[in-house]
C-alpha cells in the first residue's frame, strides 16, 4: 500500500518551502507533490521514500497532517497512457476524488496516484483489465 501525506497550510508565504526543507534535513525524499487551495488554508499531498519519517518531522515541526493509503497505477508514458485506467473508472461509474502524477518515470511507464470513492472496487476493475497497481516497493517507498 501506498501511503499519501497531507498537510494542512495556512495561506502565508514560505510555509512549504518550511516543509520541504524539514524534510530535506532528515533526508526525505519527496516522489510526488500536489497543493490544493482554498482563499484561507490549502492542502499540500504528498509521497515521500519514508512516509513514518516525514510523518514524525512534520509533527515534530508543527504541522497537521493526516496519511491516507492512496492506489498507484503504472501507465505508458505516451499520449493517452491513461486512457484505459480512466475508461475503467468510467465502466466501473467510480467517481476520482482527485489524481496527481508521481515525479517518477521508468521503463516507459508514468505513476499515477488515485484517490477513489470505491477503492476495492477499482482495484477489481483494473484486474480485469490486466492492470495491478503499482506497490510502494516497486517505487522504492516504504
Known sequence: MVYQISVFLENRAGQLAEITTALANNGVDMRAISIAE????????MIVDDAQKATATLMDHGFLLSMTPVLVV???DKPGGISPVLDTLAEGNIDIEYMYSLFTHAEGKAYIVFRVGETEKFIELLATHGITPTTAEELGIH
Open 74 to 76: 503504472a501507465v505508458s
Open 38 to 45: 482554498t482563499a484561507d488554508y490549502g492542502i499540500l499531498r
